[in-house]
């Protein structure tokens, strides 16, 4: 069992070598302690005004971090002031958010990094902290995270060296107990050289053919493979209820199929994108012969768009990376404009509706939100959540259908002909407009898995003319503190929505704990 470790210790003139004194003569430079008149003069023509604002804003990020955090661009804006001490406080006050509130740095992790490359000792000391604090948060940012602390290590400022080694330590140990949380392993990018610097305990994963080298490129694995939270009908326990879980997922066909395998007959549902197809194959190949050919329209496999069939030809690829997590469908084969999945009879969340209790329907989201997290470790985001999406697998008698999740990336590529590029009412802002909203990425996840909760627990799409209605206004059964919920979780702007998918999750389950018929019973 690995245990969190979060710094709580105050940053003080002394942690970081720096003169008390001459901390307070900055100080002295102005008389208010007021956030908000602090963060004004800032952006004053005197210097020592701004560096007197700079360091009271450090000590007020220790006692009132969220009222700092409200001004965190005029304070992240001064970290280039051309004067040292302006440098040098508002980095301390990034670092002490950071520690306390990295929420609100996650979205400026390049910057956080950057400050680990100054020329002052003190601002990238500053900066060492702030990515460590960012890193432990969010196991995604580990790859340039962890990186950037272990490089530090050897530096030739020794305090900055032993914090660099002091962050790996808990920056490792964090993502260690995430990853046991969420019950699979996370892998982390770097090379030989600096993995010799974490727990012996992990496993390193060499990523080529080449000899053995400090600066090989190799992956680290975080945690086990084994599920976590597992109750009696997870574990096959024979005396589950009718309408539990199923003890497995039932693996896919263990084959590889070619077009020229295929033989499309009956259409079965047509996208955007694509358009399926039940696609025959010989015994030979596959017992019962079955499978769903997903193939891209004629207008666009025909090449009346190149750049659609190249974003769907990279979107198989990606999707491939991610398949052999159970509640992922499984990429049988592909071609420059199809790929082949177990035949399903495109049976999605769409077709078949909500399911008729509170305790699948949060199975559910638990399932998908597993197999979403897990690709977004290994830097793979879907891009379209929506029901069509999500397919479902019969398994034992009894038991619920598995979530499947497929069409990975698909809405990416659709985007180049078609918006938005999944139905309107589950499309994020930035399905509509990526000019203004940004591009396609885990917010978008979260956004998308937040859209299938209110499906599964309403029935309806969230997103209707007049934006967002109120789920429990939809379903009277589901308590008032729903709405707060997906009021986060379908935030127009991605820094109001929950951070990630396993937060969607732990305050979804928080949030129908207590209601009859909640999961795990």
């Known amino acids: 069992m690995h245990t969190r470790v979060r710094s709580t210790e105050p940053m003080s003139p002394q942690r970081h070598d720096v003169d008390p004194g001459a901390v307070a003569h900055h100080r002295g430079a102005v008389d208010t302690d007021d956030v908000a008149e602090l963060a004004e003069r800032l952006h004053s023509a005197d210097a020592d005004e701004r560096s007197g604002a700079a360091w009271r804003l450090v000590e007020a990020a220790g006692t009132e971090p969220t009222a700092v955090r409200a001004h965190l661009e005029a304070i992240v804006a001064r970290a280039d002031d051309e004067d040292v001490w302006v440098r040098r406080g508002v980095t301390w006050v990034i670092a002490e958010l950071a520690e306390r509130q990295p929420d609100a740095l996650s979205m400026k992790f390049s910057e956080l990094v950057a400050l680990t490359d100054a020329d002052d000792e003190l601002v990238r000391q500053n900066g060492a902290v702030a990515v460590a604090g960012v890193t432990k948060r969010y196991p995604e940012r580990a790859t340039a995270g962890l990186s950037t602390l272990a490089s530090l290590t050897r530096d030739a400022d020794p305090l900055l060296a032993r914090y660099a080694e002091d962050a790996v330590a808990e920056v490792a140990a964090e993502i260690a107990a995430r990853a046991e949380d969420a019950g699979y392993p996370m892998l982390v990018r770097t090379t030989a050289e600096y993995a010799a610097l974490l727990p012996d305990d992990l496993t390193v994963v060499t990523t080529d053919d080449s000899e053995d080298g400090p600066r090989d490129p190799v992956s680290v694995s975080f945690g086990a493979d084994a599920p976590v939270a597992v109750d009696a009908a997870d574990r096959g326990d024979e005396s589950a209820p009718p309408g539990h879980p199923p003890a497995e997922v039932p693996d896919a066909p263990s084959v590889g199929v070619s077009q020229a395998d295929l033989t499309p007959g009956l259409e079965l549902r047509e996208t955007v994108l694509t358009t399926d197809f039940r696609a025959t194959i010989t015994d030979d190949t596959l017992e019962h012969g079955l499978v769903t050919l997903r193939r891209l329209n004629a207008a666009t496999a025909n090449g009346t768009d190149s750049r659609v069939v190249e974003a ?184 109001a929505r929950f951070e990630t998918v396993l937060d969607f999750q732990a305050a979804f389950d928080e949030c129908v704990a207590d209601l009859p018929g909640a999961w795990p019973a």
Do not use: M
């Open 312 to 495: 769907f030809q990279r979107a198989l690829k990606r999707w491939a990376a991610v398949d052999e997590y159970p509640h992922i469908e499984r990429v049988l084969g592909t071609g420059d404009t199809w790929v082949a999945t177990r035949y399903d009879g495109a049976e999605t969340l769409a077709r078949r509706g909500p399911p008729a209790t509170l305790s699948e329907a949060q199975w559910v989201v638990d399932r998908v939100t597993r197999a979403v997290s897990y690709a977004h470790a290994r830097g793979v985001v879907h891009g379209g959540l929506h029901p069509g999406a999500v397919r479902f697998v019969e398994t034992s008698v009894g038991a619920w259908d598995a979530p499947v999740v497929a069409d990975w990336g698909f809405a990416h590529a659709a985007s180049g002909h078609h918006s938005p590029p999944i139905p309107a009412g589950f499309a994020a802002p930035e399905h509509h407009d990526p000019a203004s909203y940004g591009r396609f990425d885990q917010s978008t996840d979260v956004f998308g898995l937040g859209a299938l909760a209110y499906f599964l627990v309403t029935g309806v799409s969230p997103r209707g003319g007049d934006g967002v209605v109120p789920a429990a206004q939809q379903n009277p059964a589901l308590p008032e503190r729903v709405d707060s919920l997906f009021e986060r979780s379908l935030a127009t702007s991605k820094q």
